[in-house]
């Protein structure tokens, strides 16, 4: 695995054959074999039978499913495991933000407009599934307009896991203050002004999040400067 990490073996890189791992790392067959049943389980090689082992393209969905299970084990509960995750989102989608304010692209600021003109048709129609997918995919384009490709991944890796409570949300708001909070980030983002696209995250979050603690888990709403 660290021949591959240190990008000794690119994706498409065909493995050396079992003897030939053997003679290299000094070890024996079954080693070599269990070694290699285990970078497939990892999704970082792929063995076609007849042909050889070959270098994976690294899949987001081999690592949703890997960090989902290690999320699941790590929580002590299901509620605990919904705080921990929101709270993970409060830190990152906030940083996003900010960097976005600093970095989007023309492109990238009008893919944000298009997701947000895509989530006004979807409430003016009453339409809540399409407008979930809608703010799903605002938040995406806000951590992909940051251009922190580590950021983007880890965000990724979480809002598939959320999506449950992210759907009582929304339905709990029949405003759709959501898709006012979004256009304010936007418009931060837009002027270039990383603080005002950070506190606007930031409020924006902390709003949904007081719908899923008070609502949704039966908790007091944040104030701010605390968590509950």
């Not at 959501?178 to 902390?206: F, K, Q, T, V």
Request: charged share 25%; no cysteine.
């Amino acid at each position: 695995m660290s021949a591959i990490i240190a990008g000794e073996y690119r994706p498409g890189d065909q493995l050396p054959n079992l003897e030939e791992l053997a003679v290299q790392y000094r070890a024996g067959r079954s080693v070599v074999r269990e070694a290699v049943r285990s970078l497939v389980a990892r999704g970082l090689v792929t063995v076609r039978h007849g042909e050889g082992t070959f270098v994976k393209t690294p899949q987001i969905e081999d690592l949703r499913e890997s960090l989902s299970v290690m999320i699941h084990l790590a929580a002590p509960d299901n509620r605990q495991l919904q705080l921990a995750l929101m709270d993970m989102r409060l830190v990152l989608e906030t940083a996003a933000a900010w960097r976005a304010a600093e970095r989007a692209t023309d492109e990238d600021l009008a893919d944000l407009s298009r997701v947000l003109d895509s989530a006004g048709t979807a409430i003016a129609s009453g339409d809540t599934d399409t407008f979930l997918e809608a703010d799903i995919r605002f938040h995406a384009l806000v951590a992909r307009a940051s251009h922190n490709p580590v950021l983007l991944l880890l965000l990724e890796v979480v809002t598939p896991l959320l999506r449950g409570l992210r759907h009582a949300t929304l339905q709990l708001d029949p405003e759709h203050t959501s898709n006012e909070g979004h256009d304010a980030i936007l418009s931060a983002i837009a002027r270039r002004n990383p603080a005002e696209a950070e506190a606007e995250a930031r409020r924006h979050l902390e709003s949904m999040m007081n719908v899923l603690y008070v609502h949704v888990l039966g908790l007091r709403p944040v104030d701010g400067t605390r968590r509950t």
